[in-house]
Each structure stands twice: as structure tokens, then as C-alpha cells.
């Protein structure tokens, strides 16, 4: 409903003003395959601690990330690095893929 409002009214002054708006619509190209949890979710995580600063408990996710680096570069909003974590959890993961 918001977008709907704010296409109206952009075209409402485009027309009062003399203005040619070309809607359009983007939809991210974002699958299962593609789609990253857990770097989606630590970026979310450094933006909030970003704006909401110590209001934003980073040490009550440590049940979930489980990895104190991983915590750490959020408290101090730098990269966090677990690609090693990463190239394990494939070794082990490709034991049990029925496909390739």
C-alpha cells in the first residue's frame, strides 16, 4: 500500500511539474542456491550494532553464531572471517549429497 502511495503521488507531481516517470519494478535474483544466511545475517547484525550502538546486545546471539571471532568483528564492525568453518563443513557436507 505504501509503494502504491508513493507512485501515486510521484505521479501526481510528475504530471503538475511536466515530468515522464518510467516505473519500474526490481526484484532481486535470490535463490535458495545463492542466498547466504549466515553473511546476510552477521551483515544485518553489524548494520544494527552500527545504528543502535550498545542498545544492540551482540553477546545474546552467541547461541547462535557459536564463534567468538564472529562476535567480535560485529562488536567492532569489521569483516568477519569463517571461511575456513566454511571449506570443513563442505568436506564433511559431501559425504551425504546425492548429487553433485
Given at each position: 500500500m ?6 501515486v ?11 515522464r516517470f ?14 547466504l ?27 547462535l ?5 564472529v ?10 572471517d ?19
Open positions: 505504501a509503494l502504491e502511495m508513493v507512485v503521488v510521484s505521479v501526481l507531481v510528475g504530471i503538475i511539474l511536466g515530468l518510467k516505473v519500474m519494478i526490481l526484484v532481486p535474483a535470490i535463490t535458495l542456491a545463492t542466498l544466511a549466515v553473511t546476510v545475517g552477521v551483515a544485518l547484525a553489524t548494520t544494527i550494532r552500527r545504528l543502535y550502538g550498545e542498545r544492540f546486545d551482540v553477546d545474546k546471539m552467541a547461541n553464531l557459536r564463534k567468538q571471532s562476535l567480535d568483528a560485529i562488536r567492532e564492525d569489521r569483516p568477519a569463517w571461511s575456513s568453518d566454511e571449506a570443513t563443513f563442505a568436506g564433511r557436507r559431501a559425504n551425504y549429497l546425492l548429487y553433485n
